[in-house]
C-alpha cells in the first residue's frame, strides 16, 4: 500500500524505510539541565546549583547514534534536554550532524540563548530545523514560564528565520493561556514560523506536584 503514495520518478523507493518496527523518529535528551523553571515543566529540570552537576549524555555516544539513525533511515532525529543550548560543548554533539545522508536533525529549545552566531552554528553544522517553545501571547506566556522569557525567546526565533532555518513553535495549553492561545498563530505566520504544534499539558514533573492543577479545566477541554 505504501508504494502507491510514492512518486517513485522523484525518489528513490526503499522499502525498507517502511518496514515493520522501523522507527520514524528518535528523541534523544542530552541534559537534565535548564535556565528556566516552567511551572509546569514534564521533567523537572534541573536549575540552578542543583544544574551544576547534571547528568549529559557523553558526545560520542550520540554521534553514534546518529550514525545508526541514518543507517536504519530514521526520518528525523530530535535533540532535546532540559535545555540544550546551555550545554558549552553543544556543538561536540553536532560534528556528525552533516554527514548524515538519510536522517534530518531538529533541536528543541526555549529560544531565550538563540543568538544569531548560535542560529548560523547551527545552520552549518547541518541543523534543518528548531522548533521553540512559546505558549501564547506574552503575558500568559511569561506566567508560567518567567517574567521576560516571551521576549528572548521571539528573539531567538528571529534569529533562527533569518538563518535560514525552518522554525515551528510549541505551545503547551493549560489554565495559564486558554482563553488567548489563539492570538499567537497570525504573529507566527508574519514571523516566517512554518508550523505550531498544540498540547495539552501533562501531569507530569513539576506540574505533578502543583497545588493545584494547571491543565486545562475538564469543562474547557471542547
Same mark, same amino acid.
Given at each position: 500500500?505504501?508504494?502507491? =503514495?510514492?512518486? #517513485?520518478? !522523484?525518489?528513490?523507493?526503499?522499502? %525498507? *524505510?517502511?518496514?515493520?518496527? &522501523?522507527?520514524? +523518529? ?66 561536540? =554533539?553536532?560534528? #556528525?550532524? !552533516?554527514?548524515?545522508?538519510?536522517? %534530518? *536533525?531538529?533541536?528543541?529549545? &526555549?529560544?531565550? +540563548? ?78 516566517? *514560523? ?29
Amino acid at each position: 500500500m505504501i508504494e502507491k =503514495y510514492v512518486n #517513485k520518478d !522523484s525518489v528513490d523507493f526503499d522499502p %525498507s *524505510v517502511f518496514r515493520e518496527g &522501523n522507527p520514524w +523518529r528518535v528523541v534523544v535528551d542530552l541534559n537534565e539541565a535548564c535556565n528556566l523553571q516552567c511551572s509546569y515543566c514534564h521533567i523537572d529540570a534541573l536549575f540552578g546549583k542543583d544544574a551544576r552537576n547534571s547528568r549529559t549524555l557523553p558526545p560520542n555516544l550520540v554521534g553514534t547514534l546518529l550514525h545508526d539513525a541514518d543507517e536504519m533511515k530514521v526520518f528525523d532525529v530530535t535533540l532535546t534536554g532540559g535545555e540544550i543550548t546551555i550545554m558549552p560543548n553543544l556543538m561536540e =554533539y553536532l560534528e #556528525k550532524v !552533516s554527514d548524515l545522508e538519510f536522517t %534530518s *536533525v531538529q533541536m528543541i529549545t &526555549n529560544g531565550t +540563548r538563540l543568538s544569531e552566531s548560535l542560529a548560523l552554528e547551527l545552520k552549518d553544522a547541518g541543523i534543518r530545523r528548531v522548533s521553540v517553545s512559546i505558549d501564547g501571547p506574552e503575558g500568559s506566556n511569561d506566567e508560567a514560564r518567567g517574567k521576560r522569557v516571551w521576549q528572548r525567546a521571539w528573539k531567538g526565533i528571529e534569529n533562527a528565520v533569518s538563518a535560514g532555518l525552518d522554525v515551528n513553535v510549541i505551545s503547551v495549553l493549560g489554565k495559564h493561556n486558554i482563553d488567548d492561545w489563539y492570538q499567537l498563530p497570525p504573529f507566527l505566520k508574519q514571523a516566517g *514560523v512554518r508550523s505550531q504544534n498544540i498540547s495539552l499539558m501533562c501531569r507530569l514533573g513539576r506540574a505533578e506536584s502543583a497545588e493545584e492543577w494547571q491543565g486545562v479545566p475538564e469543562q474547557r477541554l471542547d
